[in-house]
C-alpha cells in the first residue's frame, strides 16, 4: 500500500509556471507507474500525464505536450509535474496516483487502472 501527498499548487497568471510534488509513503514506491490527473469543476477527472516504472517512459496527453514534464525520483519516493505556459484552461484540482504493475515499461491510461490517490492540490491560472 502507499499514500500519497500532493503540494505545490496555487495561483499563478497566464503564461506562468507551477511546479507539482507527490510524495509517496512506503518502500516500494519504484513498484508503481504514477499518473497525474486533474479534475475541473463539472468535468471529469482526466489523465494528464503518467511515468512508467522507469523514468525512461512517459506519456502526456496532447493539450499538455510541450508544456508540462513528469519526471520521477525513486530515492526520494517522489513524482513532479512541472507546468509551464500555463493557460486558464488548465485550472483544476490536481491529483496523482499510483498503478501498481510489474511491467517497467507500460504506461495505463484509464483511471480505474490506478490503485491509490492522492488528496489532491489546487492549480489555478487567472486571466
Known amino acids: 500500500q502507499v499514500q500519497l501527498v500532493e503540494s505545490g499548487g496555487g495561483l499563478v497568471q497566464v503564461g506562468g509556471s507551477l511546479r507539482l510534488s507527490c510524495a509517496a509513503s512506503?518502500?516500494?514506491?519504484?513498484?508503481?507507474?504514477m499518473g497525474w490527473f486533474r479534475q475541473a469543476p463539472g468535468k471529469e477527472r482526466e489523465l494528464v500525464a503518467a511515468v512508467a516504472r522507469s523514468a525512461d517512459y512517459t506519456y502526456y496527453r496532447d493539450f499538455v505536450k510541450g508544456r508540462f514534464t513528469i519526471s520521477r525520483d525513486n530515492g526520494e519516493n517522489t513524482v513532479y509535474l512541472q507546468m509551464n505556459s500555463l493557460k486558464p484552461e488548465d485550472t483544476a484540482m490536481y491529483y496523482c496516483?499510483?498503478?501498481?504493475?510489474?511491467?517497467?515499461?507500460?504506461?495505463?491510461?484509464?483511471?480505474?487502472?490506478?490503485?491509490?490517490w492522492g488528496q489532491g492540490t489546487q492549480a489555478t491560472v487567472s486571466s
Open positions: 512506503g518502500r516500494t514506491f519504484s513498484s508503481y507507474a
Open positions: 496516483a499510483a498503478d501498481l504493475i510489474t511491467s517497467l515499461s507500460t504506461i495505463r491510461t484509464q483511471t480505474r487502472a490506478y490503485d491509490y
